[in-house]
């Protein structure tokens, strides 16, 4: 299973706005060379996928990510609304889980977003689908905000706020291998509890690592792959421009 993780694309209204000095329109479609060469299996997009939450950018991502010719999921970041979101991605047939079959896998999408608050949160009722997988299987969780520290304050200002109740719902899902997360336009992998933890650099506009500042001079725009195997085994890596 060959999965794609697309995220912070920061689309607005107008095509030709400007984001962090780039083109966030140019830049996605400069990264569709790089996803139709890996061929994915299926798309995950993981949050603030526009810049203002307007209905215009929601139509272009699903006129963009509708023609790899394979099933799309997704779920909002801090800048999106999902009551915006839903019908097109609903009209598209794409899927919001929270719990996706991806052969031997589970693959669960948490919302971490709420409207108007950059930082992220994880209510009970959002953990709730980790309590319904077979703990048995394979798992892998998307969610927008990070749930632990990236090294960089400009964006670690903003994470998922009191992770422990993720991270204790996460332990006792059991068969958790991974969480990945968008949100901090940086590339990173650590481990918390044992368990990796990987972020999806920006397919707008990327900041170099560790900074305490948004410092442009990573490359854009990025995507992160996985490719899943029966039995839990994966791995992962970037593709760009």
Request: aromatic share 10%; net charge negative.
């Given at each position: 299973?060959?999965?794609l993780q697309?995220t912070d694309c920061?689309?607005?209204?107008?095509?030709?706005a400007?984001?962090?000095?780039q083109?966030?329109?140019?830049?996605?479609?400069?990264?569709?060379?790089?996803?139709e060469?890996?061929e994915?299996?299926?798309?995950?997009?993981?949050?603030?996928?526009?810049?203002?939450a307007?209905?215009?950018s929601?139509?272009r991502i699903?006129?963009?990510a509708?023609?790899?010719?394979c099933?799309v999921?997704?779920l909002p970041?801090?800048?999106?609304?999902r009551s915006r979101?839903?019908d097109?991605?609903?009209a598209?047939?794409?899927?919001?889980?929270p719990?996706?079959e991806?052969?031997?896998?589970q693959l669960?999408?948490?919302?971490?977003a709420?409207?108007?608050?950059?930082?992220?949160r994880?209510t009970p009722?959002?953990?709730e689908?980790?309590?319904?997988?077979d703990?048995m299987?394979?798992v892998?969780?998307?969610?927008?905000?990070?749930?632990?520290?990236?090294?960089?304050?400009?964006?670690?200002?903003?994470?998922?706020?009191?992770?422990?109740?993720?991270w204790n719902a996460t332990e006792a899902?059991g068969g958790v291998?991974?969480?990945?997360?968008g949100?901090?336009?940086?590339?990173f992998?650590g481990?918390?509890?044992?368990i990796?933890?990987?972020?999806?650099?920006?397919?707008?506009a990327?900041?170099?690592?560790g900074m305490?500042?948004?410092?442009?001079?990573?490359?854009?725009?990025?995507?992160?792959?996985f490719?899943?195997?029966d039995?839990?085994?994966?791995?992962?890596?970037?593709?760009?421009?």
């Open positions: 299973m060959r999965v697309v920061h689309l607005a209204a107008d095509p030709g400007d984001y962090r000095g083109s966030a329109e140019r830049n996605l479609h400069r990264l569709s060379a790089a996803v060469a890996f994915p299996d299926r798309l995950v997009l993981t949050g603030d996928l526009s810049e203002d307007s209905p215009a929601y139509e699903v006129d963009w509708s023609g790899f010719g099933p999921a997704w970041g801090n800048h999106d609304d979101m839903q097109p991605f609903d598209a047939g794409w899927d919001a889980g719990v996706i991806a052969g031997d896998w669960v999408l948490l919302d971490s709420w409207v108007d608050e950059p930082a992220g994880l009722e959002r953990l689908p980790l309590k319904r997988l703990g299987r394979p892998g969780i998307f969610v927008h905000h990070q749930p632990v520290p990236v090294g960089a304050a400009w964006i670690d200002k903003v994470p998922l706020v009191e992770p422990d109740a993720f899902a291998r991974f969480v990945a997360f949100h901090v336009h940086q590339r992998r481990r918390h509890r044992g990796a933890c990987l972020a999806a650099p920006s397919a707008a990327n900041s170099l690592a305490p500042r948004f410092t442009p001079g990573e490359a854009a725009p990025m995507a992160r792959w490719v899943l195997e039995g839990g085994r994966w791995s992962s890596g970037l593709i760009g421009v």
